[in-house]
Nanobody, 126 residues
C-alpha cells in the first residue's frame, strides 16, 4: 500500500519550533518531488514549501520564508519541514504530498500531486 504519513505536529507557543516529518511506505521517495501544504479552519489549502526529488530545488511561500526549512533524506525515505519562529497564523493541519519527478515548477498546483498524507495538526497558541 502506497502511503505518506506525517508526524511531529502539536501545540507550541508563539516563537517556538516544530519539525514535521513525512515518511513514505510502499514506494521510494527518490523519484518524487514533495510539497508541504496546510489548511486552516475555514480557509483553502495552501502551499507551504516544496523540494525537488534530488533536493536541489526548494520553494517557500512568502509567509514562511526565512522561518521554515524543507529537507529530505532519500535514504531514509523521509522529508522534513523545520518550522521556527512559529506564529499563531501558522496554526493549521499540515499535509505532505508527492508528485512524480518533473521539470515543471507549478509546485502549488495540488492536482499534480498523486499521493497525500492524512495530515498533522499544528497549533500555535499561548
Amino acid at each position: 500500500q502506497l502511503q505518506l504519513v506525517e508526524a511531529g505536529g502539536g501545540l507550541v507557543q508563539p516563537g517556538g519550533s516544530l519539525r514535521l516529518s513525512c515518511a513514505a511506505s510502499g514506494f521510494t521517495l527518490v523519484n518524487y518531488d514533495i510539497g508541504w501544504f496546510r489548511q486552516a479552519p475555514g480557509k483553502e489549502r495552501e502551499g507551504v514549501s516544496y523540494i525537488s526529488a534530488n533536493g536541489g530545488v526548494t520553494y517557500y511561500a512568502d509567509s514562511v520564508k526565512g522561518r521554515f526549512t524543507i529537507s529530505r533524506d532519500n535514504a531514509g525515505n523521509t522529508v522534513y519541514l523545520q518550522m521556527n519562529s512559529l506564529k499563531p497564523e501558522d496554526t493549521a493541519s499540515y499535509y505532505c504530498a508527492a508528485r512524480p519527478r518533473t521539470l515543471l515548477v507549478a509546485w502549488t498546483n495540488q492536482r499534480r500531486y498523486d499521493y497525500w498524507g492524512q495530515g498533522t495538526q499544528v497549533t500555535v497558541s499561548s
